[in-house]
Nanobody, 115 residues
Framework: QVQLVESGGGLVQPGGSLKLSCGAS????????MGWFRQAPGKQRELVAT???????NYADSVKGRFTISKDNAKNTVFLQMGSLRPEDTAVYYC?????????WGQGTQVTVSA
């Protein structure tokens, strides 16, 4: 089992910034990918960004140049620095851990971008 705990969501004005964190604990071993997905009301959950153990990032086109994913291997923590936020970035953001056939999700953290 892997437990994921997210933090850092909140309310921010358009153009503002937020930083999300996701700490992983439990059976963390081998090759894995961690990342962030989001789900807005009435929409499907979508990829935001992922990062593998070696640090290679992958971003959705909608966030390229605005969001940065990073990680601290020693602390099994992944971060999402979000900048130039837009109202359409409003969603529940979920942390995901994947390793082989094992997939785990965090409980989600709400990000609201509004004036």
């Amino acid at each position: 089992q892997v437990q994921l705990v997210e933090s850092g969501g909140g309310l921010v004005q358009p153009g503002g910034s937020l930083k999300l964190s996701c700490g992983a604990s439990g059976s963390i071993f081998g090759v894995y990918v961690m990342g962030w997905f989001r789900q807005a009301p009435g929409k499907q959950r979508e990829l935001v960004a992922t990062i593998n153990r070696s640090g290679s990032p992958n971003y959705a086109d909608s966030v390229k140049g605005r969001f940065t994913i990073s990680k601290d291997n020693a602390k099994n923590t992944v971060f999402l620095q979000m900048g130039s936020l837009r109202p359409e970035d409003t969603a529940v953001y979920y942390c995901k851990y994947s390793s082989g056939s094992r997939t785990y999700w965090g409980q989600g953290t709400q990000v609201t971008v509004s004036a």
